[in-house]
């Protein structure tokens, strides 16, 4: 995504503390730049790479595709499987925590907890932009698959991993033994969904599919028609629950492919067979040297 640099014709005031320029953080440097296209729109960048976007005083505006593709997949399956009342959603991957104030906002009731690796940035996160008060929004600071080891079984319903180093996700948040760490966190039915950014060559996502498609009985995957064919990089989506994904419905369907066909850039939602057909000649990736009893999770996750 380019930098925007041009001035908005209207502006925005931002808070005091919301001042473009470059903050050190524990894992390097945090950049702040307005966004010279949006009023309001602010652009945080991690050690050169575009991070998040947040839009002041609107946090139903999502500027990056991916995060409206995620929230197309988890509306639904909220409105058939959860109580809004009761909505616990962990995010695993940090930032701006645009996700978590997008859906905080669009469930008040909600309980959103971020993990984030970066304590610093983490307290720029809170002072910087209009965040939640916890327990609406709460960061909890640390690595994510050690706070996800540390999850206590059936204790969310939601689970959204959006973690990135660079371009890639760290490794150990992509195996088999990763996702049924998921799975047992879940409340029975409950819904692990997560940003895989991937080459060309599409094999980093087809792995994780593979791991999901094994670990879950309903998968989808939500992806523009140009990445899904191999000709860029980019993001593509993936979920998993063991509840039946309302978006295997007709009417939903062509509710949801309405809703992707209208962003920036039109993406296309795959159900759980085509999602199968992808992963069938990939193996998932597993632990090197795991730490964790993976047929004691099978047996977990299977009753």
């Given at each position: 995504?380019?930098?925007?640099?041009r001035?908005?014709?209207?502006?925005?005031?931002?808070p005091e503390?919301l001042?473009?320029g470059?903050?050190?953080?524990?894992?390097?440097?945090?950049?702040?730049i307005e966004?010279?296209y949006?009023?309001?729109g602010?652009?945080?960048?991690i050690?050169?790479m575009?991070?998040s976007?947040?839009?002041l005083?609107k946090?139903r505006?999502l500027?990056?595709?991916?995060?409206?593709?995620?929230?197309?997949?988890?509306?639904?399956?909220?409105?058939?499987?959860?109580?809004p009342?009761?909505?616990r959603?962990?995010?695993l991957?940090?930032?701006a925590?645009?996700?978590?104030r997008y859906?905080?906002?669009i469930?008040?009731?909600?309980?959103?907890?971020v993990?984030?690796?970066d304590?610093?940035?983490?307290?720029?996160?809170?002072?910087?932009?209009?965040?939640p008060?916890a327990p609406?929004?709460?960061?909890r600071?640390?690595e994510?698959?050690?706070?996800?080891?540390?999850?206590?079984?059936q204790?969310?319903?939601?689970?959204?991993r959006?973690?990135?180093?660079?371009?890639?996700?760290?490794?150990?948040?992509t195996t088999?033994?990763?996702?049924?760490l998921?799975?047992r966190s879940?409340?029975?039915?409950?819904?692990?969904?997560?940003?895989?950014?991937?080459?060309?060559?599409?094999?980093?996502?087809r792995?994780?599919?593979?791991?999901?498609?094994?670990?879950?009985?309903?998968?989808?995957?939500?992806?523009?028609?140009a990445?899904l064919?191999?000709?860029?990089?980019?993001?593509?989506?993936?979920?998993?629950s063991?509840?039946?994904?309302?978006?295997?419905?007709?009417l939903?369907?062509?509710?949801?492919?309405?809703?992707?066909?209208?962003?920036?850039?039109?993406?296309q939602?795959?159900?759980d067979?085509?999602?199968?057909?992808?992963?069938?000649?990939?193996q998932p990736?597993?632990?090197?040297a795991?730490?964790?009893?993976?047929?004691?999770?099978?047996r977990?996750?299977?009753?």
């Open positions: 995504m380019a930098k925007r640099r001035k908005p014709k209207a502006t925005v005031e931002a503390a001042v473009e470059k903050y050190p953080i524990d894992t390097g440097i945090a950049e702040l966004d010279d949006t009023p309001g602010w652009v945080l960048e050690n050169g575009e991070s976007h947040i839009v005083g946090p505006e500027d990056f595709e991916y995060m409206r593709w995620l929230a197309a997949v988890i509306e639904p399956f909220v409105d058939a499987h959860c109580d009342a009761k909505l959603i962990t995010h991957g940090g930032g925590c645009s996700m978590a859906l905080a906002d469930y008040p009731q909600s309980r959103n907890t993990v984030e690796l304590g610093k940035l983490a307290e720029y996160v809170r002072e910087w932009f209009e965040l008060k609406l929004v709460k960061i600071v640390g994510a698959r050690q706070v996800t080891e540390g999850f206590t079984p204790s969310r319903d939601i689970i959204i959006d973690v990135f180093s660079g371009y890639i996700t760290p490794e150990p948040l088999l033994e990763f996702t049924q998921g799975a879940l409340a029975p039915g409950g819904l692990y969904i997560i940003n895989c950014g991937d080459d060309r060559n599409l094999n980093g996502a792995a994780e599919a593979a791991a999901i498609a094994r670990v879950f009985e309903h998968t989808c995957i939500v992806a523009d028609p990445m064919k191999g000709r860029r990089r980019g993001n593509v989506i993936i979920a998993g063991n509840s039946p994904l309302p978006v295997e419905g007709e939903v369907t062509a509710a949801i492919s309405k809703r992707l066909l209208g962003g920036g850039v039109p993406a939602y795959k159900d067979a085509w999602v199968r057909d992808f992963a069938r000649s990939a990736r597993r632990d090197g795991p730490n964790l009893d993976t047929v004691q999770l099978d977990e996750l299977r009753g």
